[in-house]
């Protein structure tokens, strides 16, 4: 869901905003804030708060997904990238980008997909899962922008005997599009770079490099469920 126009009024403000001053950008990022943190509320119920320690990546998501290019720049922040957000468990990974859906425009949209329900479909449906996370609907130019959600905490299954890693064959064939269309893939993960490649492969880490601009939360971060 974009930004509303009483939204995109509120992050215009002229109020000091967290970038430094040297960096130009249209928008008030306190306000931003603001707006998300009541949108929170409104979903996660009112003792929804955004931890003041984790604004500096506050910043760097909600510029991403403003398109605001030169705090990206400033930040090291490809647009033409995805997102692959990572940190522990329980530190608000999740929520964030549901909450960053927000402030996009209808050409960014994506949906968040938990990897651990995409397995159950593979069970269920078998290799068209595949397809249908990757390719869209066979036959057609339709692919959507998806954000997996909590990628490791899938397993490897078979199916009719055969073992499969459904994420890495999703993920394997979503880089061919980044490639050729530009597809765009966001991933939420508590698995470190290491993790990811003994559970993966070298060719999906060295893909991921890639395809997804990497941001992270400190591994010693509260848990925000407690």
């Known amino acids: 869901m974009a930004m509303d126009s009483t939204a995109n009024q509120t992050a215009h403000s002229s109020s000091t905003p967290p970038p430094p001053?040297?960096?130009?950008?249209?928008?008030?990022?306190?306000?931003?804030?603001?707006?998300?943190?009541?949108?929170?509320?409104?979903?996660?119920?009112?003792?929804?708060?955004?931890?003041?320690?984790?604004?500096?990546?506050?910043?760097?998501?909600?510029?991403?997904?403003?398109?605001?290019?030169?705090?990206?720049?400033?930040?090291?922040?490809?647009?033409?990238?995805?997102?692959?957000?990572?940190?522990?468990?329980?530190?608000?990974?999740?929520?964030?980008?549901?909450?960053?859906?927000?402030?996009?425009?209808?050409?960014?949209?994506?949906v968040v997909k938990s990897t651990r329900d995409i397995t159950f479909e593979f069970i269920q449906d078998g290799y068209d899962v595949i397809h249908r996370y990757s390719r869209g609907k066979l036959y057609t130019a339709e692919h959507r922008h998806y954000c997996f959600d909590d990628l490791g905490i899938e397993n490897n299954i078979k199916y009719y005997g055969n073992e499969c890693n459904v994420m890495a064959e999703i993920l394997l064939s979503r880089y061919d599009l980044f490639i050729g269309r530009g597809l765009i893939t966001h991933i939420?993960?508590?698995?470190?770079?290491?993790?990811?490649?003994e559970a993966y492969g070298n060719r999906l880490r060295s893909r991921l490099r890639e395809m997804v601009n990497l941001i992270g939360f400190d591994q010693g971060v509260k848990d925000k469920r407690r």
């Open 188 to 197: 939420t993960t508590n698995l470190s770079a290491t993790e990811i490649e």
């Open 21 to 110: 001053k040297t960096t130009s950008s249209p928008y008030d990022y306190d306000r931003v804030l603001d707006f998300l943190e009541s949108k929170g509320k409104e979903h996660y119920g009112g003792r929804f708060r955004l931890d003041a320690a984790d604004h500096p990546i506050l910043l760097k998501l909600a510029a991403y997904f403003l398109r605001d290019e030169p705090i990206c720049r400033q930040q090291d922040i490809r647009l033409d990238k995805g997102i692959m957000l990572t940190g522990p468990i329980g530190c608000g990974k999740t929520s964030l980008m549901q909450l960053m859906r927000y402030l996009t425009q209808p050409d960014n949209r994506y």
